[in-house]
C-alpha cells in the first residue's frame, strides 16, 4: 500500500483547509485510513481514522466538530477537511493505512506516506 499526502499550507486561525491522501496499491481495500500529526519533540497522535468503506469513523476529541474524515475510492482519495482552525492545529500531518479505524497505537498502523505541513497563525 502507497500513501501520499498533500494539501497542506499555512492559513489563519479560523481559517479552513483540506488534506488529501491518494492511497494505492493491491490490497487497499483491507485496511483503513488514518490521520495523524506531529509537532516537534512530541509523539506522533492519531487525528481521525476511516474505514475503507467509510462507514466507520474516528475523530480524536480535539477535533470533534472542526474537522471531518472522509474517503472518495472511485478517486483513491482519504480527505480530512479541517475548519475553524487554531494555532495548536500546526503539525505536519500524515497518512496511514492500517487494520483498525481509531488505533492509537502507531506500530499497528503498517503503511506511511510523507507528511504535510500545516501551520496556523494567530
Known amino acids: 500500500v502507497q500513501l501520499q499526502a498533500s494539501g497542506g499550507g499555512s492559513v489563519q486561525a479560523g481559517g479552513s483547509l483540506r488534506l488529501s491522501c491518494a492511497v494505492s496499491?493491491?490490497?487497499?481495500?483491507?485496511?483503513?485510513t488514518g490521520w495523524f500529526r506531529q509537532v516537534p519533540g512530541k509523539e506522533r497522535e492519531i487525528v481521525a481514522g476511516?474505514?475503507?468503506?467509510?462507514?466507520?469513523?474516528y475523530h480524536v476529541d480535539s477535533v470533534k466538530g472542526r474537522f471531518s474524515i472522509s474517503r472518495d475510492n472511485a478517486k483513491n482519495a482519504v480527505y480530512l477537511q479541517m475548519n475553524s482552525l487554531k494555532p495548536d492545529d500546526t503539525a505536519i500531518y500524515y497518512c496511514?493505512?492500517?487494520?483498525?479505524?481509531?488505533?492509537?497505537?502507531?506500530?499497528?498502523?503498517?503503511?506511511w506516506g510523507q507528511g504535510t505541513q500545516v501551520t496556523v497563525s494567530s
Open positions: 476511516i474505514s475503507w468503506s467509510g462507514g466507520s469513523k
Open positions: 496499491g493491491r490490497t487497499v481495500s483491507s485496511y483503513a
Open positions: 496511514a493505512a492500517g487494520r483498525s479505524v481509531a488505533n492509537h497505537e502507531l506500530r499497528l498502523w503498517e503503511y
